[in-house]
């Protein structure tokens, strides 16, 4: 069993930067992959972006190529994403994720999500 939690979300004009953090307890962190996924209103949950365990790899959605950046730190079992640039369409409820191998396609455990709102 493994807890996730994510902080971070807020109310951010267009441009501008937050960084969320998902806190996860009851597993050796370093040996899973994380991912985050974000869902609009009256929209599917999509794939933001992804990272190793040991944080050698990462992968993104096009969406957020360039502006946002996934990251790691396996001593606090605590990950991250950094975005900047942000845009209205960004606007979402941020969830992150764990999995066991980065070519499984399955993320067993989520946390609850944190609210993101960018204004125009």
């Known amino acids: 069993q493994v807890h996730l939690e994510e902080s971070g979300g807020g109310l951010v004009q267009a441009g501008g930067s937050l960084r969320l953090s998902c806190a996860a307890s009851?597993?050796?962190?370093?040996?899973?992959?994380m991912g985050w996924f974000r869902q609009a209103p009256g929209k599917e949950r999509e794939f933001v972006a992804a990272?190793?365990?040991?944080?050698?790899?990462?992968s993104y959605a096009d969406s957020v190529k360039g502006r946002f950046t996934i990251s790691r730190d396996n001593a606090k079992s605590t990950g991250y994403l950094q975005m900047n640039s942000l845009k209205p369409e960004d606007t979402a409820v941020y969830s992150c994720?764990?999995?066991?191998?980065?070519?499984?396609?399955?993320?067993?455990?989520w946390g609850q999500g944190t609210q993101v709102t960018v204004s125009s």
């Open positions: 990272i190793s365990g040991g944080g050698s790899t990462t």
């Open positions: 009851g597993r050796t962190f370093s040996r899973y992959v």
């Open positions: 994720a764990t999995k066991i191998t980065w070519s499984s396609g399955v993320y067993d455990y």
